[in-house]
């Protein structure tokens, strides 16, 4: 079995021999998505994980599904108490972060992990579902309704993924970035380019000082401020959040509502957003081409919005 590692000589196609230990059920990977997360956890160093947290595929009976990358234990205070994203035992639970991911010919998973898709969704493009989840978990957690003034900072993945779930629930979004690429996907999935102030919601999908800054510029008065991005750095608060008394609201990963698993909801709205995977997905590699896979989405002169890699 062929799977992605993060080596001592870099990323590399890796061989693993066809009877290494495994549990769960088996997913024959049809696409995974390279996510920004993969990127700076590879600037981490060597690890021995396979990588990748963004895939689906095929269970052996022929089910497609996407896969949840997280296995909640199901008994600490917060599974308890229906707030699965906060496991306190989930962090050495992850799929591609801590344990064997999706960049692979093959994959095992908790069988609670592997979702059922629509038939009639292409496995090419349901790699998608895992951001657009993250997506949609921070949208709740800022309570963005029909109506709702939104400004979406950073056109990345996850920042178009939330420009479609808030544009498909009826939100007046628009949206902050750089690179005139990712400004034009912004725009073939609803949202504006000119950028005002008074937003009641103000997602970061950037993670970095300046985001957090424009974000509470932006922000109206008691508005709220939606942290769906990775600080891979510490950032510092000013005096402008408190005068504005906004809510700044972090979320993570993916929960369940009183609709259901957002991770099923998640499949619903790739569904029905159908300009959603041509809009991100720019490029797509062969699984042996992994290392320039992962050359590509690290480059920010290569136009590339996400990359998928295909086995």
Same mark, same amino acid.
């Given at each position: 079995?062929?799977?992605?590692?993060?080596?001592?000589?870099?990323?590399?196609?890796?061989?693993?021999?066809?009877?290494?230990?495994?549990? &769960?059920? =088996? @997913?024959? #990977?049809?696409?995974? /998505?390279?996510? +920004?997360?993969?990127?700076?956890? $590879? *600037?981490? !160093?060597?690890?021995?994980?396979?990588?990748?947290?963004?895939?689906?595929?095929?269970?052996?009976?022929?089910?497609?599904?996407?896969?949840?990358?997280?296995?909640?234990?199901?008994?600490?205070?917060?599974?308890?108490?229906?707030?699965?994203?906060?496991?306190?035992?989930?962090?050495?639970?992850?799929?591609?972060?801590?344990?064997?991911?999706?960049?692979?010919?093959?994959?095992?998973?908790?069988?609670?992990?592997?979702?059922?898709?629509?038939?009639?969704?292409?496995?090419?493009?349901?790699?998608?579902?895992?951001?657009?989840?993250?997506?949609?978990?921070?949208?709740?957690?800022?309570?963005?309704?029909? &109506?709702? =003034? @939104?400004? #979406?900072?950073?056109? /990345?993945?996850? +920042?178009?993924?939330?420009?479609? $779930? *808030?544009? !498909?629930?009826?939100?007046?979004?628009?949206?902050?970035?750089?690179?005139?690429?990712?400004?034009?996907?912004?725009?073939?999935?609803?949202?504006?380019?000119?950028?005002?102030?008074?937003?009641?919601?103000?997602?970061?999908?950037?993670?970095?000082?300046?985001?957090?800054?424009?974000?509470?510029?932006?922000?109206?008065?008691?508005?709220?401020?939606?942290?769906?991005?990775?600080?891979?750095?510490?950032?510092?608060?000013?005096?402008?959040?408190?005068?504005?008394?906004?809510?700044?609201?972090?979320?993570?990963?993916?929960?369940?509502?009183?609709?259901?698993?957002?991770?099923?909801?998640?499949?619903?709205?790739?569904?029905?957003?159908?300009?959603?995977?041509?809009?991100?997905?720019?490029?797509?590699?062969?699984?042996?081409?992994?290392?320039?896979?992962?050359?590509?989405?690290?480059?920010?002169?290569?136009?590339?919005?996400?990359?998928?890699?295909?086995?």
């Amino acid at each position: 079995m062929r799977c992605v590692k993060n080596t001592a000589e870099g990323i590399r196609l890796v061989d693993l021999p066809d009877d290494a230990t495994i549990s &769960g059920v =088996r @997913v024959s #990977v049809a696409s995974s /998505g390279i996510c +920004g997360s993969d990127l700076h956890m $590879v *600037a981490f !160093g060597p690890s021995a994980v396979t990588l990748g947290h963004e895939f689906c595929g095929r269970l052996d009976d022929g089910t497609p599904v996407a896969v949840l990358p997280a296995v909640r234990c199901g008994r600490c205070a917060r599974c308890r108490a229906g707030q699965a994203q906060q496991c306190t035992e989930v962090f050495g639970s992850l799929y591609g972060i801590s344990l064997d991911g999706g960049l692979a010919d093959q994959a095992w998973v908790d069988p609670s992990c592997a979702v059922p898709l629509p038939p009639d969704l292409s496995l090419e493009v349901a790699c998608l579902v895992e951001p657009i989840a993250v997506a949609l978990h921070a949208i709740h957690r800022a309570d963005v309704t029909p &109506g709702t =003034r @939104v400004l #979406v900072i950073g056109a /990345g993945p996850i +920042g178009l993924c939330s420009v479609a $779930v *808030a544009c !498909g629930m009826g939100a007046s979004v628009d949206v902050q970035g750089h690179r005139p690429e990712r400004l034009a996907a912004a725009e073939r999935l609803g949202a504006g380019r000119t950028v005002n102030a008074d937003y009641d919601v103000v997602l970061d999908a950037a993670g970095t000082q300046g985001s957090l800054d424009q974000a509470t510029q932006r922000v109206r008065p008691g508005g709220t401020i939606g942290i769906l991005a990775n600080f891979w750095e510490p950032v510092t608060v000013g005096m402008g959040l408190l005068v504005k008394e906004a809510t700044l609201v972090p979320s993570f990963t993916y929960g369940h509502t009183q609709q259901g698993s957002e991770f099923d909801q998640a499949v619903e709205v790739l569904v029905g957003t159908p300009d959603l995977p041509g809009a991100i997905i720019t490029h797509r590699f062969a699984l042996e081409e992994a290392t320039e896979a992962f050359s590509v989405a690290s480059d920010p002169t290569s136009g590339a919005i996400k990359v998928v890699v295909e086995p």
